[in-house]
């Protein structure tokens, strides 16, 4: 009979201890340490098989010849964007978001235009479910797989007996191994799956796509270890009252965490954005005041963001601050510049801030964007549809040069827009630009130009 073992881990954050205790030590959560049974046996492999490993010898780092990773190429310009050009063979990768976001439909989307044999492991849903979902997304693939399965060592008989080329799990929070007693989603069953399919992965060269649920916080629920075990963690944000989502790459061992992919969400699944700036930048009719157009980069994507702004006497005696996608920190610190360098007094008014789309921005370069919007709120005065601007602002209230710009300004130029505002210390080496380049060094200087 196997030994058994009793354990205690945080189910916050998956710190392990010997005993109860009524708060963690480690995340400082409390009520949130529960007691576990660990069965102890002997490690196997995935196939249940011992296997002699050949030790590894150490190489000098000029004796180490390079290879290029080999990947699979899947049919998704901006999913193969953010994993840096296609699924490479033997990886893990983890999507997280919240509930209804649509990780499912944008796996399944992905298992269905894969070229290859795909096994599509469910643990929530039925296979009638899956295909009522695969008929709405429209696509037909008879080398998609589908099974309904938590237990991992049937998981395991079943690729065996279909030998997939790409395995996708939904999720990883339903799964639960034989040799671990404990419940599915517990800690301790989230590590050992894991550390079974990883196993699994790169033994056999087969890359596995994991869903993972997350936290009220926003986080991967589980052990944040488990982030640490796999090769790639992407994050699908959005707002489910919008349409629009939005991938981000939080971990990539195979290529940048600066890139996104935008989707939108759609009746018949996931659509891709491929000019961003046409959901970025609202249709109207008139001019209004308040808003201004930023030049924004994500990786090496350049874009264009409408900053909308609000300013208004404060009524209940203290002034609100309020910003939605942008850091509510830095709002206030361009407050205060204006307060202190420009010499605007707002310290009594209402400020609301909001970037169009529904997306977050924390790129600087958008700073001179959201201060011409709040003037522009607070003088009423309109900025022309056809200006946009691209700087960050100091605490001294100078306009201080970003990186990169060369591309922001060819985006501006491809969208038609006449006039871009930027710092006067950029320096620009192309001169064969159409747009009017207006380089300024001070806040009150841009804006006494702009409504002179």
Not at 63 to 90: F, M, Q
Not at 250 to 273: C, D, H, P, W
Not at 282 to 296: F, H, N, P, R, V
Not at 393 to 401: A, H, K, N, Q, T
Request: proline letters at 3%; one cysteine or more.
């Amino acid at each position: 009979m196997s030994k058994t073992k009793t354990s205690f881990f945080c189910q916050n954050c998956g710190a392990q201890f010997p005993k109860w205790l009524g708060q963690c030590s480690s995340c400082h959560q409390w009520n949130t340490i529960i007691e576990e049974v660990i069965q102890k046996e002997e490690k196997r492999n995935w196939k249940q098989k011992t296997t002699s490993k050949k030790a590894n010898k150490a190489l000098k780092i000029n004796e180490i010849s390079l290879k290029k990773e080999d990947r699979i190429p899947i049919k998704n310009t901006e999913l193969n964007r953010v994993l840096g050009g296609g699924i490479v063979k033997g990886s893990m990768i983890l999507l997280g978001g919240e509930p209804g976001i649509g990780k499912s439909t944008l796996l399944l989307q992905i298992a269905l235009t894969i070229p290859k044999n795909v096994l599509y492991v469910s643990g929530e849903e039925s296979q009638s479910q899956i295909k009522m979902r695969a008929e709405r997304l429209k696509i037909t693939n008879t080398n998609c797989l589908i099974l309904t399965e938590t237990n991992t060592q049937q998981i395991f008989r079943a690729i065996e007996e279909t030998n997939p080329e790409v395995v996708v799990i939904d999720s990883i929070q339903t799964l639960y191994t034989n040799t671990i007693d404990a419940s599915p989603g517990s800690i301790s069953q989230i590590r050992e799956t894991t550390a079974e399919l990883i196993k699994f992965a790169k033994e056999t060269a087969t890359p596995v796509l994991l869903i993972g649920h997350i936290t009220k916080d926003g986080n991967i629920a589980g052990p944040k270890v488990l982030e640490h075990m796999v090769d790639v963690v992407l994050q699908f944000e959005g707002d489910r009252n919008h349409t629009y989502r939005i991938l981000r790459a939080q971990k990539n061992r195979f290529g940048s965490t600066a890139e996104i992919g935008i989707y939108e969400m759609r009746s018949e699944g996931l659509r891709e954005v491929s000019n961003p700036s046409e959901i970025l930048i609202s249709q109207k009719d008139e001019t209004l005041s308040g808003t201004a157009i930023a030049a924004t980069l994500e990786g090496i994507r350049p874009f264009m963001i409408e900053v909308q702004a609000l300013v208004s006497t404060a009524v209940y005696g203290t002034p609100q601050r309020s910003a939605t996608g942008y850091d509510t920190k830095r709002l206030n610190m361009l407050l205060a510049v204006l307060e202190k360098r420009a010499g605007f007094r707002l310290g009594a008014k209402d400020v609301f801030l909001n970037i169009a789309g529904g997306i977050k921005v924390d790129d600087p370069a958008i700073d001179l964007a959201v201060i011409m919007a709040i003037l522009s709120s607070n003088e009423d005065e309109a900025i022309p549809q056809d200006y946009c601007f691209a700087a960050e602002i100091g605490l001294s209230g100078e306009i201080r040069p970003i990186n990169r710009v060369e591309q922001r300004i060819l985006e501006a130029e491809k969208l038609g827009f006449h006039k871009i505002f930027i710092s006067k210390f950029n320096k620009i080496s192309q001169s064969t630009f159409t747009i009017k380049i207006v380089k300024v060094s001070k806040v009150e200087t841009i804006f006494a130009n702009l409504f002179a």
